[in-house]
């Protein structure tokens, strides 16, 4: 079964809004990683955050990691059309993290 | 070269057909993975090979059989698939089998049984 769980499913916003998304797991964590998907194509990593960290940053991207509440949040700023994609994040609390467990994600529409 | 390659992009096969899914990578990474992602959901694991060793197998039916030949090459062979086991097959590689560090993708291969 999913490790996490994003939140909203499905998000639509204009171009030049700013996007949310939040997922939570249920089990520690070593760290928790977000990718992005392209519609039918390979994931693309896009931050790590690692368990002792809080909040991280990566040009357009702001992660935040709350360990207490075993919830993330993925923020895009000032979104593109060429944002629109598919959001997992993926924990590694599987297999003694040995191996990576995804979110259900979150699908991102970004109209121009 | 930051690229996982797959082959072939496509297959269509029967349910009786033997058929072989290809994954390359050449970071030096010493973790492959294969996933399965079905439509509008988050892939899931199924085997996990380290130092091209199997690690990981996700309980994972036997039609499925992987094969890594070397550090390079992951092979996924198939045979007697039903039609539930359509979906897009996603390769990967890490530098090490642990989720401290990214994984890099392939584009997938997209696997009809008819």
Known sequence: SQQGEEDPQALSIQEGENATMNCSYKTSINNLQWYRQNSGRGLVHLILIRSNEREKHSGRLRVTLDTSKKSSSLLITASRAADTASYFCATDARQAGTALIFGKGTTLSVSS | ?114
């Open chain 2, 1 to 114: 070269d930051t690229e996982v390659t797959q082959t072939p992009k496509h297959l269509v096969m029967g349910m009786t057909n033997k058929k072989s899914l290809k994954c390359e990578q050449h970071m030096g990474h010493r973790a492959m993975y294969w996933y399965k992602q079905k439509a509008k959901k988050p892939p899931e694991l199924m085997f996990v090979y380290s130092y091209e060793k199997l690690s990981i197998n996700e309980s994972v039916p036997s039609r499925f059989s992987p094969e890594c030949p070397n550090s390079s090459l992951l092979n996924l062979h198939l045979h007697a698939l039903q039609p539930e086991d359509s979906a897009l097959y996603l390769c990967a590689s890490s530098p090490w089998a642990s989720g401290t560090y990214e994984q890099y993708f392939g584009p997938g291969t997209r696997l009809t049984v008819t």
